[in-house]
């Protein structure tokens, strides 16, 4: 049975204002066009953020289904069903039959799918080490830490998109 959403605080607190703006510009910054393009040409990988949102998902998971992922990456099965075929082509990505129904296949990591993730996130994590190299051991644990109680604090919140939102605010 699921919880009932919490009520929207009447106001947010300051440090919640400015984390909220640090993420948004974060966010901003980190899904430039020049940003993934500069990304892609440190990794040696020629695929569009559609792609490798697609392949970090298909890596971060067991293979599934394409309205799986539509629904994990929040974008229209059309989308996915373009990005598969494009991935596919290149070699990034296989179908393979779904265990639990002989009809339906899902979406799975070939080896050169599974490197160029690796490329991407090794150029991505070197790329950070330069921007928080200022930063000491200490401080880059810490943030890890925050950042990982946050992300599993937002999910721990989440409210299912098949749940009533309309407590959430608009």
Do not use: C, N
Not at 81 to 106: E, F, I, M, N, W
Not at 113 to 141: F, I, N, T
């Amino acid at each position: 049975m699921p919880s009932e959403p919490l009520p929207l605080p009447a106001v947010a607190a300051p440090e919640v204002i400015e984390i909220e703006r640090a993420l948004t510009r974060i966010t901003y910054l980190s899904t430039r066009a020049r940003q993934h393009d500069r990304l892609m040409a440190m990794a040696g990988v020629p695929l569009d953020r559609a792609a490798v949102a697609l392949l970090r998902q298909v890596a971060d998971s067991e293979p599934l289904r394409p309205g799986e992922l539509a629904q994990r990456l929040g974008v229209e099965a059309s989308h996915v069903t373009r990005t598969v075929q494009q991935l596919q082509k290149s070699g990034y990505v296989t179908r393979v039959p779904d265990p639990d129904d002989g009809r339906a296949q899902r979406i799975q990591l070939t080896d050169a799918g599974r490197e160029a993730v690796e490329r991407v996130r090794d150029a991505g994590a070197r790329g950070m080490q330069l921007a928080l190299a200022g930063w000491s051991p200490e401080e880059l644990g810490r943030l890890a830490a925050l950042f990982h109680r946050m992300v599993d604090d937002f999910l721990s919140y989440a409210v299912d998109d098949d749940t009533d939102q309309s407590a959430v605010g608009a």
